[in-house]
C-alpha cells in the first residue's frame, strides 16, 4: 500500500511513468472483473483502458482513506457501470472457445460449454448489485470488507446481497431446472 502510494505522489508531481507501476499492479485484475461484467474480452480490454485513463486523471481525488486497490476498483466499475447505461445492454458471449483450445472428449467439452452457458443465464436474471456482488467475491476472490469499500455499502449489506443472489439462483435452478439441477439432483 506504501508504494502505491508513492507512485500516486510520483505521477502527481510529474513523473508520469511512475503510473506505469499502477497499470502494470492492477491491469490483469481489472481486466478480470470487467470481463466478468461484460463476458465479451474485446469490450472488456477496451473498458480497461478507458477506467485506466480515468484513473489517471481521478489520481488527484484519492485520499488516502481506503486502500487504494479499493478505489481504483471503484474508479473502474462507476466508469463501467455507466458505459453500460449509456448503452442500455450488456454484451452476453461465450468467451471459453477463444481462451482455450481444449484437448478432451468432446462430450466433456459440450457439458462445460453448457454448464457456462447455464451459469451465465442464472447470472443473468441477478439484480445488478446483487450480480456485481458475487463477481466481486467469487471471481476477483476479494474479502467482505474489500466489496464493501468498493460499492459503497456496509459488510452486513453485502452478506445479505450474496446470500440473497445465491437463493435466487437456487430457487430459479429448482424452479427451471436445467444442468445445475440434474447435478443437484445426483447427490
Not at 36 to 60: C, F, S, W
Not at 99 to 112: G, Q, R, W
Amino acid at each position: 500500500m506504501q508504494e502505491e502510494i508513492q507512485w500516486v505522489q510520483e505521477v502527481l508531481s510529474g513523473n508520469k511513468q511512475a503510473y506505469s507501476h499502477i497499470i502494470n499492479k492492477y491491469k490483469n485484475q481489472l481486466y478480470a472483473t470487467i470481463l466478468g461484467m461484460t463476458r465479451n474480452p474485446h469490450d472488456a480490454q477496451d473498458l480497461v483502458q478507458e477506467a485506466l485513463i480515468k484513473v489517471y486523471y481521478q489520481l488527484g481525488k484519492y485520499d488516502n482513506r481506503g486502500s487504494f486497490a479499493s478505489w481504483i476498483y471503484r474508479v473502474a466499475i462507476n466508469h463501467c457501470m455507466d458505459e453500460f447505461r449509456k448503452k442500455r445492454h450488456i454484451e452476453v458471449r461465450m468467451t471459453e472457445e477463444s481462451m482455450e483450445k481444449n484437448l478432451e472428449h468432446p462430450e466433456v467439452i459440450f457439458l462445460k460449454k453448457e454448464k457456462n452457458k447455464q451459469l451465465e443465464l442464472l447470472m443473468d436474471t441477478l439484480p445488478e448489485d446483487e450480480r456485481m456482488i458475487i463477481l466481486l467475491r467469487y471471481v476477483n476472490e476479494l474479502s467482505y470488507e474489500e466489496i464493501s469499500e468498493l460499492v459503497d455499502v456496509p459488510v452486513s449489506t453485502v452478506r445479505n446481497k450474496l446470500h440473497r443472489a445465491k437463493k435466487k439462483m437456487r430457487n430459479t435452478i429448482k424452479r427451471e431446472g436445467g444442468y445445475f439441477n440434474e447435478v443437484s439432483n445426483c447427490r
